[in-house]
């Protein structure tokens, strides 16, 4: 790999006890995509790799209790009108959603919305890097593919899915292993970064 | 302004009625900061200038109630481990964290938290761009600041707070307006991309 030089500087403290949820997280690999990507982000932002962060999942407050030190009472969950993963990896900016699919054949576009569509259409314009995370669960395989192919099948319209294909010519294979668990920033590297 | 060429592609709609908003906000302006990077944000984006969003408040849920369609009955507001906005302009990674304050000759350290400043010193180390945006209500200007300085002053223990008189040599003055509320784009270009 060949990631910035510094693995560490002096003034960030290592949090080091946080790895220890990889492991008793170990058996359930593969199941939760969500979990297994904080993991591996907690580790590579720890270790100075990059600086990847999940945006918090907005919700909309229709009640508080300020009686109780400002208690939500009433609250309900937002769609994301953004992706849920951005941040900076030498010096290049980030952007990328992630999805698990039960499906065997392909990926069905259902659970993208058009706001997360046209966020990385911007990304791309800015020149930034734009990618989907996709899990196929039943084959456990996780794939990287670039947004620009997303975006190309959900503007087709009549298919609203993305064949497996698809994955397996122009996706990365992303390799698990404990460290982080979900090495996806190797596909990165590879997709965006070699030569 | 040196913006990247297009004002628009294909793909994304214009959502030209958010901008209502600004001239109703027109009275209140320099009173509420959040809410004018909030609409400039939705200049700039609808216009290309540049993607930067706001991350939502992470909130942590106690108690959903699912037989009411996923309605939060017990939560509280969490502290932000990151900074407020992040995202990209001219294929940079910028980050930055706004604070107000209605003292007049220095700007207190007090409420910006430990996980912050690591958070910035990470963004400088991977070769992003990393700022403050900070208001002094009281004298009607906003400025940019690299967080260079306020990582230094922040370590420095003794004085919890940063002189008005850096921010007079060392920051941008952000120029006020109508479209953007605040042109915090300009003092980027001025500091980080002329030559």
């Not at 990631?3 to 690999?29: D, E, L, M, V």
């Not at 009472?73 to 959603?97: M, P, R, V």
């Not at 392909?106 to 989907?132: C, D």
């Not at 899915?161 to 979900?182: C, H, M, Q, W």
């Amino acid at each position: 790999m060949n990631y910035p030089n510094g693995k560490t500087f002096s003034k960030i403290t290592k949090q080091t006890n946080k790895n220890h949820k990889t492991i008793t997280n170990a058996g359930n690999r593969g199941m939760n995509l969500e979990n297994d990507l904080n993991l591996s982000n907690d580790f590579y932002n720890e270790n100075n790799y990059c600086l990847i962060t999940k945006r918090p999942t907005p919700i909309n407050i229709v009640k508080v209790d300020y009686s109780k030190e400002a208690r939500i009472i009433d609250a309900y969950f937002e769609k994301q009108s953004t992706t849920d993963y951005n941040g900076i990896y030498k010096g290049k900016y980030l952007d990328f959603e992630a999805k698990n699919t039960k499906n065997k054949t392909s990926f069905p576009l259902a659970n993208i919305t058009e706001h997360q569509i046209k966020h990385l259409e911007r990304v791309l314009f800015h020149k930034g890097i734009a990618f989907f995370i996709i899990q196929f669960e039943t084959l456990n395989e996780v794939y990287l593919l670039d947004a620009s192919f997303v975006i190309d099948y959900y503007y087709q319209g009549e298919r609203k899915s993305i064949p497996y294909s698809v994955f397996k010519e122009e996706g990365i294979l992303i390799k698990r292993g404990l460290f982080p668990s979900l090495n996806y920033l190797d596909a990165v590297e590879e997709k965006y970064f070699k030569n």
